[in-house]
């Protein structure tokens, strides 16, 4: 089920008559007047702080990665993170992000990608993260779900990019699954607090949200939240203060409700975030302006 009133969800098919470039921009009915004005036309917009855009079916887009930005403009999202999951391509990334303002890079080989012929060092990590649109590192981080056996190699890679992290200055985006006790325990090691970063598509406990916090670290909340099985998770985002927290699709991964199962996009960001207001009891608009404003600060985006 979805939180979408049915007059709502006709709006958003609609493209918006002229481009939202700042969340502080006043409305043109504000400026004239109007009544009854939605959150739509405040001009908030959203913030994908997790999206893998080279991964992208652009069939699904009549080819092209312009239309995967508009869908997302038309659904209010204006910023978007194009998160690297390995270094062979990280070109691809970057072409991305060279083409459009609004699109943002990380740096990073995720835990479970594995290249037997080269493994990254932080001296790489921390050249090609000088690129001007490379905002962070990640995504890293550890996952024992999906990987088997001696697993000190995924340790070992997550301690190197939390130290090119903190030899370049820049937030670190961690991916943790059945692993939260090593993964606190390495960010503590490592002395993460130096940078923070943020948990991505969070699905651990209480007590370890609080610890990533108090290490300097936001907390994201994807598509998984607006399944219906997804209780424990509903009821953390319910008690992380909007100044910690931060929305993302993961996609083409983890499509919300209603589009649950579909290839995901960013526009699909805007469902969490509408599922996200509801569950903490505040306006779209306030769940916007935070979340977007958290995504601008962490990776000092000016
Ligand atoms: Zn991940
Ligand atoms: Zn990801």
Known sequence: MTFIPKAFSVALMRPRSRAAESINEPSSREASG????SWKDEGYILADSHCHLHMLDLNLFDGSIEKVLENARANQVGHFLCVSVNVKELPQVLA???????VKASVGVHPNEQDDDHEVSVSELVKL???????????TGLDYYRS??????????????????IEVNKPVIIHTRDAREDTLKIMQEENIDKVGGVMHCFTEDKAT??????????????????????TALQELAKVIPLERMLIETDSPYLAPMPHRGEPN???????????LAHLKGVSLDTLAQHTTHNYLSLFKIT
């Open 129 to 139: 993260s000088h690129h001007p649109k490379v905002v962070a590192i990640g995504e």
């Open 209 to 230: 949200a609080e610890k990533a916090m108090a290490m300097g670290f936001y907390i994201s909340f994807s598509g998984i939240v607006t399944f219906k099985n997804a």
């Open 34 to 37: 109007e009544q009854s004005r």
């Open 148 to 165: 088997e056996g001696d697993l000190s190699w995924q340790r070992d890679r997550f301690r190197c990019h939390i130290r090119a992290a």
């Open 265 to 275: 996009q960013p526009a699909y960001v805007y469902h969490v975030a509408e599922y």
């Open 96 to 102: 991305i992000a060279n083409r459009f303002e609004a």
